[in-house]
């Protein structure tokens, strides 16, 4: 029974105080203050049932993941955000797919997955000087449809973790009101076996159910203000995506209209009457 009380007692240390998570000596003693203190969050947590423990447990351990997701995902979200912006200035400098082809050739990232995909479907539809118009639409929507794809699975990726936050906004509280409505019955229980109502003795139990309740808490509030701020900052990310996707079929458009002149090593003119024109770049 000792040895139950110890390793639970010395993970809630853990996840409490992390910077005294690896000192011996001062796990020590803590344990020691807890013993002759029940009314401290350390001493109700040691004196409280094993299931009510097991609650407490849970809860602290879905707190510490809703922070590692939080932080994770705001980290790869502001350097995704950066480095889609800044391939997205690259291939408008360049004005077309070809001019990019090689700054884009060996470039992970989803801007670069883009590029490529156009690229493959133009080489693999045989885009040639003088195609038909419908074999140009033909090539844009098979193109179209595959960055669209690649959008998607971006957003999904970036969305990871997401789910975790909802769930434990959701779900802490009532496992938290779970853990203190079965150390409140355990309480009853044992005012009822002790046959006395003194507040000393029924105080200590309540207070026990209740810190589970509290630890709920702790968990959820903290989970539902991450998850609004990543679907803020996802929904900023998908309107990037879809800007992205848009810039790379114009560059392909562009392309396919100018293959004519570009084999030719011409460039179009419009005759406005006596005026001719070049076409803008």
Same mark, same amino acid.
Request: hydrophobic share 55%; proline share 3%.
């Given at each position: 029974?000792?040895?139950?009380?110890?390793?639970?007692?010395?993970?809630?240390?853990?996840?409490?105080?992390?910077?005294?998570?690896? &000192?011996?000596?001062?796990?020590?003693?803590?344990? #020691?203050? *807890?013993?002759? &203190?029940?009314?401290?969050?350390?001493?109700?947590?040691?004196?409280?049932?094993?299931? @009510? !423990?097991?609650?407490?447990?849970?809860?602290?351990?879905?707190?510490?993941?809703?922070?590692?997701?939080? $932080?994770?995902?705001?980290?790869?979200?502001?350097?995704?955000?950066?480095?889609?912006?800044?391939?997205?200035?690259?291939?408008?400098?360049?004005?077309?797919?070809?001019?990019?082809?090689?700054?884009?050739?060996?470039?992970?990232?989803? +801007?670069?997955?883009? $590029?490529?995909?156009?690229?493959? #479907?133009?080489?693999?539809?045989?885009?040639? *000087?003088?195609? !038909?118009?419908?074999?140009?639409?033909?090539? !844009?929507?098979?193109?179209?449809? %595959?960055?669209?794809?690649? %959008?998607?699975?971006?957003?999904?990726?970036?969305?990871?973790?997401?789910?975790?936050?909802?769930?434990?906004?959701? @779900?802490?509280?009532?496992?938290?009101?779970?853990?203190? @409505?079965?150390?409140?019955? =355990?309480?009853?229980?044992?005012?009822?076996?002790? =046959?006395?109502? =003194?507040?000393?003795?029924?105080?200590?139990?309540?207070?026990?159910?209740?810190?589970?309740?509290?630890?709920?808490? $702790?968990?959820?509030?903290?989970?539902?203000?991450?998850? =609004?701020?990543?679907?803020?900052?996802?929904?900023?990310? !998908?309107?990037?995506?879809?800007?992205?996707?848009?810039? $790379?079929?114009?560059?392909? /458009?562009? &392309?396919?209209?100018?293959? &004519?002149?570009? +084999?030719?090593?011409?460039?179009?003119?419009?005759?406005?009457?006596?005026? /001719?024109?070049?076409?803008? #770049?």
């Amino acid at each position: 029974m000792k040895f139950s009380l110890v390793f639970p007692a010395a993970a809630l240390c853990i996840a409490a105080a992390p910077a005294a998570a690896f &000192d011996l000596e001062t796990v020590t003693t803590l344990l #020691e203050q *807890a013993e002759h &203190d029940e009314m401290s969050p350390l001493g109700m947590f040691m004196a409280a049932d094993w299931v @009510v !423990k097991g609650v407490m447990l849970s809860l602290l351990f879905a707190s510490a993941l809703v922070w590692v997701i939080f $932080v994770a995902r705001v980290m790869i979200l502001r350097w995704e955000r950066g480095v889609l912006r800044r391939r997205y200035r690259d291939l408008d400098k360049a004005g077309s797919l070809v001019a990019a082809r090689a700054r884009f050739a060996k470039r992970k990232g989803v +801007m670069g997955q883009m $590029v490529r995909a156009a690229e493959r #479907e133009r080489a693999a539809s045989g885009a040639s *000087a003088g195609m !038909k118009s419908g074999i140009k639409a033909g090539i !844009k929507e098979r193109a179209g449809s %595959e960055i669209a794809r690649i %959008e998607a699975g971006a957003a999904r990726r970036m969305g990871l973790g997401a789910g975790v936050l909802a769930n434990v906004g959701s @779900v802490a509280p009532f496992v938290g009101l779970f853990g203190t @409505v079965w150390g409140i019955m =355990n309480s009853f229980i044992s005012i009822s076996e002790s =046959n006395t109502t =003194n507040l000393a003795i029924v105080a200590p139990g309540i207070a026990e159910a209740l810190l589970a309740t509290a630890i709920g808490l $702790v968990a959820a509030i903290p989970a539902v203000i991450f998850y =609004n701020i990543l679907a803020r900052g996802l929904g900023g990310y !998908k309107v990037m995506l879809a800007d992205a996707g848009a810039l $790379v079929e114009r560059t392909l /458009s562009r &392309d396919l209209d100018l293959a &004519d002149d570009e +084999m030719a090593g011409a460039r179009p003119a419009y005759h406005l009457g006596s005026v /001719s024109a070049p076409a803008a #770049e």
